[in-house]
Nanobody, 122 residues
Framework: QVQLVESGGGLVQAGGSLRLSCAAS????????MGWFRQAPGKEREFVSG????????YYADSVKDRFTMSRDNVQNTVYLQMNNLKPEDTAVYYC???????????????WGRGNQVTVSS
């Protein structure tokens, strides 16, 4: 079992920045592709970013490309999502996800975090 706990969300003005963290326990993340998803009110959960289990490839949704950066620290067993130039449409609950030996794209999620709210005011 892998437990994932997100942190770092909150309220920020448009144009601001936040960094989300996802801390894992239970197993090492080094064998897992990791991803970030988000779900806005009334909408389906959508892919934001994913990185392969080796960390060699990272993918982004078009809506966040060039603004968000995903990284992982296998020593700290943590993944991050640096979000810059935030827009009101980025408002959502952000979820961390783990996919055993995945590529980081089209994640087949084995474990989900509970989510962390990000609110961007205009």
């Amino acid at each position: 079992q892998v437990q994932l706990v997100e942190s770092g969300g909150g309220l920020v003005q448009a144009g601001g920045s936040l960094r989300l963290s996802c801390a894992a326990s239970g197993r090492a993340l080094s064998s897992y592709a990791m991803g970030w998803f988000r779900q806005a009110p009334g909408k389906e959960r959508e892919f934001v970013s994913g990185t392969s289990w080796r960390g060699a490839n990272t993918y982004y949704a078009d809506s966040v490309k060039d603004r968000f950066t995903m990284s992982r620290d296998n020593v700290q067993n943590t993944v991050y999502l640096q979000m810059n130039n935030l827009k009101p449409e980025d408002t959502a609950v952000y979820y961390c996800a783990a996919d055993f030996l995945g590529t980081g794209r089209n994640l087949n999620v084995n474990y989900w975090g509970r989510g962390n709210q990000v609110t961007v005011s205009s």
